[in-house]
Nanobody, 118 residues
Framework: VQLQASGGGSVQPGGSLRLSCAASGNIFSLNAVGWYRQAPGKQRDVVAAITSGGTTNYTNSVKGRFTISRDNAKNTVYLQMNSLKPEDTAVYYC?????????????WGQGTLVTVSS
């Protein structure tokens, strides 16, 4: 079982990216998921989160610009990032609660780099 984060890249300020966090392996479901980011020299902070029922939360700095969503049939959670700013530059990680035959488990994706620069 693993979480695979993807979709990072380099964009200019004002641009958009969509990150994906896909759970694979022998799982029953992907439950709550959070997206985190870590800029160089800084701690890892939560950016957005979504429950298994679809309730979402965002850190203030991304409200109105980022949207977290999920496709339960694909066991995938997305982070649509619009109006990107240089301060959004970071490695983005997803963290999810996965239900397997042995119960609930916490997994981290490997991280995907987002660079916002002109």
């Amino acid at each position: 079982v693993q979480l695979q984060a993807s979709g990072g890249g380099s964009v200019q300020p004002g641009g958009s990216l969509r990150l994906s966090c896909a759970a694979s392996g022998n799982i029953f479901s992907l439950n709550a998921v959070g997206w985190y980011r870590q800029a160089p020299g800084k701690q890892r902070d939560v950016v957005a989160a979504i429950t298994s029922g679809g309730t979402t939360n965002y850190t203030n700095s991304v409200k109105g610009r980022f949207t977290i969503s999920r496709d339960n049939a694909k066991n995938t959670v997305y982070l649509q990032m619009n109006s990107l700013k240089p301060e959004d530059t970071a490695v983005y990680y997803c963290n999810g609660i996965v239900r397997t035959w042995s119960g609930l488990h916490d997994f981290w994706g490997q991280g995907t780099l987002v660079t916002v620069s002109s």
